[in-house]
């Protein structure tokens, strides 16, 4: 059998042609459950307002044409006011581990985190994937935290189907 040899920037070329878009996520750091936006970005807290859900605990759609990306994650905000503060401080509204479940890490697992299940704990907030996963964390939340915050560290960088 005979070798094609092509020069590097052919085969650059050729790799890059065929290689699937996919968006420059880091090893499922965000929890990107609904899929992507126009912009080819992962959507985030599905497409619910972080602001309203880390501020009242209060569930707001977002809308499209309040978006603001932000790591590589896209957020629909449900007013120009809401992108607006985001925007000053995202770190302030985004949901703790990427926006998984708070359980789940716990357990050393990414699962999706529901906004419908949240908490704010001083000031942060957690999100949990269902009715079971939030009533167990009820039921220890200190402990849960606590060993989902140590969990984070060995798991953040670690692909889903990894785990």
């Known amino acids: 059998m005979t070798k094609i040899l092509l020069p590097n920037s052919i085969l650059v070329a050729v790799l890059l042609a065929v290689a699937p ?8 750091e965000y929890n990107v459950s609904k899929g992507y936006t126009l912009d080819g970005v992962g959507l985030g807290v599905h497409g619910v307002d972080p602001v309203v859900l880390s501020t009242a605990n209060a569930v707001a759609e977002g809308d499209a044409a309040h ?17 607006e503060r985001f925007e000053a401080d995202p770190d302030r509204y985004l ?15 990414k699962l999706d985190g529901d906004p419908r299940f949240a ?3 001083d000031g942060k907030l957690y999100l949990f994937v269902n009715a079971a996963a939030f009533e167990k964390y009820l039921a220890d939340k200190e402990n849960t935290l ?8 060995t798991i953040k960088h670690v692909p889903v189907e990894d785990l």
């Open 146 to 153: 606590r060993t989902a915050d140590k969990k984070w560290g």
């Open 67 to 83: 978006t603001v990306v932000h790591d590589g994650v896209a957020y629909y905000f449900a007013s120009p006011i809401t992108a």
């Open 95 to 109: 949901p703790q581990y990427g926006g998984f479940c708070a359980y789940a890490i716990a357990l050393g697992r």
């Open 21 to 28: 878009a996919a968006p420059a996520l880091a090893d499922d």
């Open 119 to 121: 908490d704010i704990v």
